[in-house]
């Protein structure tokens, strides 16, 4: 039987919920293709501030480094807004990114065929279906740049500083090319060239490296283009890569445009087969604890889990398919719809189990 180390980040708000359902998932998906998981708990966020005083502990980073791959919940919530800004959540997700050279984000937006009616787009402009993936740039630009406040004419002002180098872009640049080559071959660079230096760097460096990639068609457009084109004509996409801040902004609209950000799974990749995954929407407090949350965006990060980091191509697809199947009846309340069971987070993550569960303990 083959074993893997998982680090299991919960974090916070449904977190915990989301990441327990996940777990189930894996445990059956195990049982059916001979594979054992070891999952190593470990705190990041609000939960780690209130247990360490910080978000990102050093203990943390070393289980996650000790591991074949990591799962995240989400973190952040209301009760940690007023901490300085490197004592809050997100400084965790930030800080881990960086700690274990996590520097290309792949988020799928895809439109599974019994959620077609809960996209807000038209069926006429979704047509057969979406399948878009959005390469985000996740270690440099503004997130990561020089920052600060200062006095201008009397007046309170801040900065945040937008910069990338060569190498950056090209080996982001270089995951959507060869992440395009393995779907439909067209690759579409976005940017705001037309306004920022660091766009005009980025574009002439994705230009040079296309003379590599011969069977990709590249293209280029503005990232407010780009906003406006997904909504007007999403299926003209295949792959996308961008920025940083550009792609945390398109790869949550296009989310909307495939039904809920509650179906939305995503992976942080760096050198080699190491990976952090993790659903893309936030810690969502406000449902916490009520056990109604959409466990789906997560079961899927496990799915890209088996796929990306541990080429257990055949369970990450049954994952998929269990979740397909699922949809034709039931639904949670983000997605409900009349003619479906309306159901909640752990409802939701048997009934993918039972889906997956091999046949002879049926």
């Known amino acids: 039987m083959k074993s893997y180390t998982l680090a299991v980040i919960e974090g916070d708000g449904i977190g915990p919920e989301i990441v327990r359902e996940s777990v189930k998932v894996l445990d059956i998906v195990g049982e059916r293709f001979g594979i054992s998981f070891d999952y190593k708990p470990c705190l990041m966020g609000g939960c780690a501030i209130d247990a360490t005083g910080v978000p990102l502990p050093r203990e943390t980073i070393d289980i996650c480094k000790a591991s074949d791959s990591v799962l995240l919940g989400a973190v952040g919530g209301e009760k940690w807004d007023t901490l300085p800004g490197h004592l809050r959540p997100e400084a965790g997700l930030l800080g881990i990114r960086g700690a274990l050279g996590l520097y290309a984000n792949l988020r799928p937006a895809r439109i599974f065929a019994p959620l077609k009616t809960a996209s807000p787009i038209k069926e006429s402009i979704i047509g057969d279906g979406l399948d878009i993936m959005v390469v985000r740039e996740l270690t440099g630009g503004i997130y990561f740049g020089e920052r600060g406040r200062k006095e201008i004419n009397g007046a309170a002002a801040a900065y945040d500083t937008e910069m990338y180098t060569v190498p950056e872009i090209e080996r ?38 296309a003379t590599d990639y011969p069977d990709v068609t590249l293209s280029y457009m503005y990232v407010d283009n780009c906003a406006m084109q997904l909504v007007r004509n999403p299926r003209q996409f295949d792959v996308i890569v961008t920025s940083n801040i550009f792609g945390d902004i398109l790869s949550d609209e296009a989310s909307m445009i495939s039904g809920s950000i509650g179906m939305l799974a995503s992976a942080s990749l760096g050198q080699g087969s190491f990976g952090l995954y993790e659903p893309i929407h936030g810690s969502a407090p406000d449902i916490a604890g009520q056990g109604v949350a959409n466990p789906l965006a997560t079961i899927l990060s496990v799915a890209m889990l088996l796929q990306y980091s541990l080429n257990e191509q055949e369970a990450a697809a049954a994952i998929e398919r269990a979740v397909n199947d699922v949809l034709c009846e039931l639904r949670t309340a983000d997605i409900f719809e009349e003619g479906y069971q309306k159901v909640g987070t752990a409802a939701m993550g048997d009934a993918v189990c039972a889906r997956i569960k091999p046949a002879k303990s049926a």
């Open 172 to 209: 982001i640049c270089r995951v959507g090319f060869e992440m395009a080559q393995k779907r439909r071959k067209k690759l579409c660079s976005v940017d705001k060239a037309n306004v920022l230096e660091s766009s005009r760097l980025w574009r002439e460096t994705v230009t040079r490296l």
